[in-house]
């Protein structure tokens, strides 16, 4: 059947070919292996074709001909069309040839001004989750991500340091042109470019939306003239946990409860000896050593499966795909998360002077979401109760063993929890774009219109069933409840751009002038009922699990909505002179109905130098390319609530006998409006060594201004917001490369990246400080430090011995106010103002959440066939609050990690750092201090990847890989499993990143 249609189509082209009109040949690399997807233009007639999955191609065009051959990473060349050409393409020798994606439209790297960083599609598939943010870890310098395990939840990333206290730092995102404030309905395999605009000269064109950084995401499409092509890439893995967190045993746990002298702690050691019987190895122990993070933790599954077709005709190019990815969470319950994908892209030439093309993203996706407060229960579980306990008949609907039973005041057991919870949502999302580009002159004027809509609908249900533990820890049918939660977002973004072009001499400009529309829109609505005893509600038939099954009397709703719109327009103006000398200029000023101030103008300006194109520095060996960079711009943050509007509450009151009624007015007035961010950035780009060697490095100041604070009231005691503060991050960047080859079938590559940021409160209003957080665990805002510093007591040792205690004023004179507050294995603190009195005088700032460095780094190999790759991330310089350690402050009688138990203070000399078991549970020890804080330094294996390609003429070309994802990690941080904890530094039901190992897979027809 092949060579039937082979020579069919033959027969068509023969009279073509006889006449000249077609050109055939085959494109390659140096090394003789095909260019598939290469494009091949006529110079003359301006036909052109793409090369064939074997590196074939075929164009209309004359014997004669200039054809001109190009494919991205090779260097472009022209040849004179004649039969049966073989082209041979070399690799392009620098990548700053190539031509990246900016804000409405694109350019060459080696023109750029602004700090741009593009991350490789490949590169991103490497990682295998349903995230793909979650592949950008570690590859570029200044953007920070801090990823979490949950399924289906997104990671946290800020690109340059959080700039937003009111607001949020999340960047834009820009999927084909729409606005998108996430990406999680895309799969790795559908991106084409990834484009990270870090400052703001470079970001400024999208206005108000794009304070906290741009990330610009193309979607694969098709190719004009060329066969069709099928991909099938997919891999199956298993998740796993690592670095689980310790906490004590059975022993530990017993021996520290025997040493705290608590009489009720000792007497629930017996009674669980009681209860469940002796230790055959040490009858001073119940029969029972329950390790509660083995327990709660399983082996979960992942796996992703994604089909596409592309090609195209000479007038139409087009792509089509589906992705399918489930991922079952490791913490042992209904929690998992699976999304299906459809994508359609299509562009028409539909005139020489007309292209057209729409694209088509729709995704759906469910989620079981975990939770959360089991991971806090987990830590606190004494090991000396089993999950299950057959003689508690009372239980129900599982024989779940009770901590009170054995004398402790909390449950304990997690899984009453786990068992019966079951939270679902269901996330639908469409994304379209639909375009015309007019080519009004033929390479210097250009018109393109676009429209573009995005829309997510989510639809949570959760549902709180019943169980009996004991009479205190219980949920009656009348108890448990189900909350249906609908949210529609919408987003319309209309957008029009006229690009001039000019090149005359050694002058090339480009000016860009363009108007945009848009309009959001959100509305959420929820409704909330309980269950009723004797009703249709059946705890193990979810179809009955419905809201008209619940007690009307019961049922609560609310409902709210909001709609802003905005106008802009914008402007660009690129300059360039000799090919070394490049200016850079926009402008945007855009409206919206959301603040007071209706409009603001952001501006921003760059400026280039190619040195290494000066005369005086032709000569120098080995330097191939030296560019210097500036550009400033100005942002502004529309992510700001706005005002909350004024109430008045009816209040009644009894005066001389008679009932009043009154109104009781809101006090606070706030004035909220746009935040501006003030950038400079000043940027180094090096290629050495014939390229080999390719350094890019910058220095920013971002300048936060208008920031939004809270304001203490002048009248009663509501807080007020307003665009009263400021602040500043300021660091440098460094990013290198080396790619060299041992021969000409071994290559290597090594990449590192280095970002060090300083942030700092630069303003208050004149406050002298803003806490924030909890108050036994208290943040400050302070101008001269970072955002939400630790405040707390500092800790200079630990008491040895009664003579130590004795000998220190700050000890007598708590003593003095109660014997015995103060004890060997009791922290000694440090007195700050040296008054000899312990007092909230002498907190200091002890750290903060906010890492001062980032780094990231990867070295790949690739011999013939086979290819390995390895990349880490780390950080450091902040601190994380161990929240789960610090509950101790709230009730005692829980477990306590090993770290604790195996180097607590016993003795004189055993310790220095941690306190007795008796201090631990006693109110001087358990103020905010650095034995609740942890060192948030940390160094992770991201990714190893083993691959083989197996290509043939007559086979399709297959590729299989074996990856390990997150294997390996060090930390300082010995109390939990991930230093990775959200950028508010507060370990608490923080879900743990687990590693993976997968087998992929992939083949094109």
């Known amino acids: 059947m092949r060579n039937f249609i082979f020579s069919f189509l033959a027969l068509i082209l023969l009279p073509a070919y006889m006449s000249g009109q077609v050109i055939k040949g085959k494109l390659q690399d140096e090394k003789g292996l095909p260019i598939p997807g290469a494009n091949i233009v006529s110079m003359e007639s301006k036909t052109s074709a793409t090369s064939d999955f074997d590196g074939n191609f075929s164009i209309k065009a004359k014997e004669n001909e200039t054809l001109e051959f190009s494919f991205i990473g090779y260097e472009s060349t022209t040849k004179k069309a004649t039969s049966n050409m073989k082209v041979v393409l070399k690799e392009s020798d620098t990548a700053l040839k190539e031509v990246v994606v900016i804000g409405y439209g694109t350019a060459k790297k080696i023109d750029l001004t602004s700090s741009i960083s593009t991350i490789k599609s490949e590169d991103l598939q490497k990682t295998p989750a ?61 991106i084409q470019d990834f484009t990270i605009l870090k400052d703001a000269s470079a970001s400024a064109i ?78 001073n122990l119940p029969d029972v050593n329950t390790d509660w993070y083995k327990e709660v933790l399983r082996d979960a599954s992942i796996q ?17 795909g589906g992705n399918f990815f489930t991922q079952d969470g490791i913490l042992n319950m209904k929690n998992s998360y699976e999304r299906f994908n459809i994508r359609a892209k299509v562009d028409i030439k539909a005139k020489d002077w007309l292209k057209v093309g729409a694209n088509l993203i729709y995704s759906k996706s469910t989620k079981y979401d975990d939770e959360a407060s089991a991971w806090q229960q987990v830590y606190f579980a004494v090991p000396i109760l089993p999950v299950y306990d057959s003689s508690y008949t009372d239980a129900s609907p599982t024989p779940y063993a009770d901590a009170q039973a054995i004398g402790y005041r909390d449950h304990q057991n997690p899984f009453s929890l786990l068992d019966n919870s079951n939270k679902r949502g269901d ?33 949570e249900r959760i549902v709180l069933l019943p169980y009996f533990a004991n009479s205190s820890y219980q949920r009656t049918t009348e108890q448990s409840s189900i909350e249906r939660n609908n949210l529609v977002y919408e987003n319309y973004i209309f957008d029009n751009a006229l690009t001039y072009t000019q090149k005359f001499g050694d002058h090339n400009f480009t000016a860009l002038g363009g108007f945009s529309f848009r309009d959001d829109s959100y509305s959420k609505t929820n409704i909330k009922g309980f269950f009723v005893n004797g009703g249709p509600f059946v705890r193990d038939k979810e179809q009955t699990w419905y809201l008209q099954n619940t007690d009307p009397t019961t049922r609560t709703s609310s409902d709210e909505g909001t709609r802003f719109y905005g106008s802009s327009y914008f402007g660009r103006l690129s300059y360039k002179f000799k090919n070394r000398y490049i200016a850079y200029a926009t402008i945007r000023n855009e409206g919206s109905n959301k603040y007071d101030q209706k409009y603001v103008t952001l501006p921003a300006v760059g400026l280039g130098w190619i040195a290494s194109e000066e005369s005086f520095l032709k000569g120098i060996k080995n330097l191939d390319l030296l560019k210097f960079r500036a550009g400033w711009g100005r942002l502004a943050n529309d992510a700001v609530p706005n005002s909350r509007p004024q109430s008045a509450v009816t209040a009644s009151t009894v005066f001389d006998n008679q009932l009043l009624t009154g109104f009781n007015f809101s006090t606070f007035s706030d004035k909220l409006s746009w935040e501006y961010t003030e950038e400079s950035n000043f940027g180094l780009s090096v290629e050495l060594f014939k390229n080999r060697l390719s350094i890019e490095a910058d220095y920013f100041v971002k300048d936060t201004k208008d920031l939004a604070i809270p304001v203490n009231p002048q009248v009663g005691s509501e807080v007020s917001y307003r665009n009263v503060g400021s602040l500043r991050n300021k660091g440098f960047e460094l990013t290198a490369t080396w790619k060299g080859k041992i021969n000409e079938n071994f290559g290597y590559n090594i990449s590192g990246n280095f970002s060090k940021i300083k942030n700092e409160v630069t303003s208050l209003n004149g406050q002298p400080f803003i806490d924030r957080g909890v108050a036994e ?25 009664q003579a130590e205690v004795d000998a220190d004023p700050v000890a007598i004179a708590a ?42 780094g990867s070295i790949g ?62 109110s001087w020890n358990q103020r905010n201090s650095k034995f609740f804080l942890a060192d948030g330094d940390f160094l992770r294996v991201q990714n190893i990847q083993l691959g083989y390609n197996l290509r043939g003429s007559k086979i399709p070309e297959m590729r299989f890989t074996v990856t390990v994802d997150r294997p390996f990690l060090w930390t300082k941080a010995s109390n939990g499993f991930n230093p990775e904890v959200g950028f508010d530094g507060v370990d608490i039901d923080t879900y743990p990143t687990p590693s993976v190992f997968t087998l992929g897979y992939s083949v094109k027809f």
């Open 304 to 320: 992703s499966h994604d089909l596409s077709v592309e090609g195209g005709t000479d007038d139409v190019a087009y792509a089509v």
């Open 206 to 283: 999208y206005g108000v939306r794009a304070a906290n950084g741009v990330i610009l995401i193309t979607t694969k499409g098709g190719k004009f003239n060329r066969k069709a092509r099928i991909t099938y890439t997919g891999y199956n893995g298993i998740q796993r946990a690592n670095n689980v967190l310790k906490m004590a045993n059975a022993e530990q746990f017993a021996n520290f409860a025997l040493e705290s002298g608590s009489a009720s702690e000792i007497a629930s050691v017996q009674s669980a000896i009681q209860r469940y019987g002796r230790s055959r190895t040490n009858p």
């Open 861 to 922: 190999l690739n011999y013939k066939n086979w290819d390995f790759s390895a990349t880490f991330y780390g950080q450091g310089g902040n601190v994380i609050l161990n929240r789960n350690r610090a509950e101790v402050i709230r009730t005692q009688g829980r477990n306590i990690d090993a770290d604790l138990a195996i180097n607590r203070w016993h003795g004189e000399g055993t310790s220095n750092d941690m306190p007795s078991s008796e201090g631990y549970r006693q």
């Open 777 to 801: 665990f208290r943040q400050r805002l302070t101008v001269g430090q970072a955002i939400d510093e630790f405040l707390g007591w500092d800790i200079v040792g630990v008491y040895q011995n």
């Open 815 to 856: 003593n003095a106010g109660g014997a015995g507050t103060v004890k060997p294995g009791y922290f000694k603190y440090r007195d700050v103002d040296g008054n000899g009195v312990l007092d909230a005088n002498d907190r200091v700032f002890l750290g903060s959440p906010v890492p001062t460095f980032y780094y990231g």
């Open 427 to 459: 996330r639908r999302r469409t994304i379209a774009n639909v375009y015309a580009d007019f080519s009004i002159l033929p390479q210097k004027l250009n018109f393109k219109t676009s429209l573009s809509y995005n829309s997510r609908n989510d639809n």
């Open 130 to 190: 349903g995230q793909v943010v979650q592949g950008v870890q570690g590859k570029v310098a200044g953007v920070q991500i801090s990823s979490s395990g949950s399924p289906g939840d997104s990671p946290e990333i800020n690109i340059r340091g959080l700039h937003s206290l009111y607001g949020n730092s999340t960047p834009l995102y820009v999927v084909d042109g729409v606005f998108v404030d996430s990406i999680d309905f895309l799969n790795s395999s559908d």
